[in-house]
T-cell receptor, first 114, second 119 residues
């Protein structure tokens, strides 16, 4: 298994540009989520999904969209990038019971918005 | 809302020695899970150890053990026989055991503690 994969590893955007961060897992996990990591603040939940076709907002959803058309993929879209979205982004997944099952993290994407 | 606090921004230890990282949390729930994650320079988040709140016995994983004090809402990580490969940022995290509600499955993280291991 490749586990949780994320692409790209690094990205630089200009303010106002849009882009999609990709996340995929090959473990047949139902639950997937996106976090952002900022210095001194730990990781914060952006959006999550409990299965294909089902998504919901986390703690800091503004400026981000998600969709879940397949079990394997959970892309995160930045509609109009802002410098405040400069961060490291992590995707995580677990089996269908995230309140009991261990979540596995991807390697992260470092995004810089100029 | 739950909060997790790591009051030690940085810690250091000599190789082969023991170090303890502190974590406190605040919650009104009785059922939850606590975790320690390690983040080396590669940025990968690696699960170190996990504790179920309903278990009184402290979790252990090889050189890693926790001191879970539920009444005090304290969850410290002890690393024994420290190795150079233990150098990383360590995060304490909380997750509710309840299936319903908003932010389902959400992990609430502390600010992190940078651990340096000296040879």
């Amino acid at each position: 298994n490749a586990g949780v994969t994320q692409t790209p590893k690094f990205q630089v955007l200009k303010t106002g540009q849009s882009m999609t961060l990709q996340c995929a897992q090959d473990m047949n996990h139902e639950y997937m989520s996106w976090y952002r990591q900022d210095p001194g603040m730990g990781l914060r939940l952006i959006h999550y999904s409990v299965g294909a076709g089902i998504t919901d907002q986390g703690e800091v959803p503004n400026g981000y969209n998600v969709s879940r058309s397949t079990t394997e993929d959970f892309p995160l879209r930045l509609l109009s990038a802002a410098p405040s979205q400069t961060s490291v982004y992590f995707c995580a997944s677990s089996f269908g019971r995230p309140y009991t099952d261990t979540q596995y993290f991807g390697p992260g994407t470092r995004l810089t918005v100029l | 809302a739950q909060t997790v606090t790591q009051s030690q921004p940085e810690m250091s230890v000599q190789e082969a020695e023991t170090v303890t990282l502190s974590c406190t949390y605040d919650t009104s729930e009785s059922d939850y899970y606590l975790f320690w994650y390690k983040q080396p320079p590669s940025r990968q988040m690696i699960l170190v150890i996990r504790q179920e709140a309903y278990k009184q016995q402290n979790a252990t994983e090889n050189r890693f053990s926790v001191n879970f004090q539920k009444a005090a809402k304290s969850f410290s990580l002890k690393i024994s026989d420290s190795q150079l490969g233990d150098a990383a940022m360590y995060f304490c995290a909380y997750r509710s055991a309840h299936a319903g509600g908003t932010s389902y499955g959400k992990l609430t993280f502390g600010q992190g503690t940078i651990l340096t291991v000296h040879p």
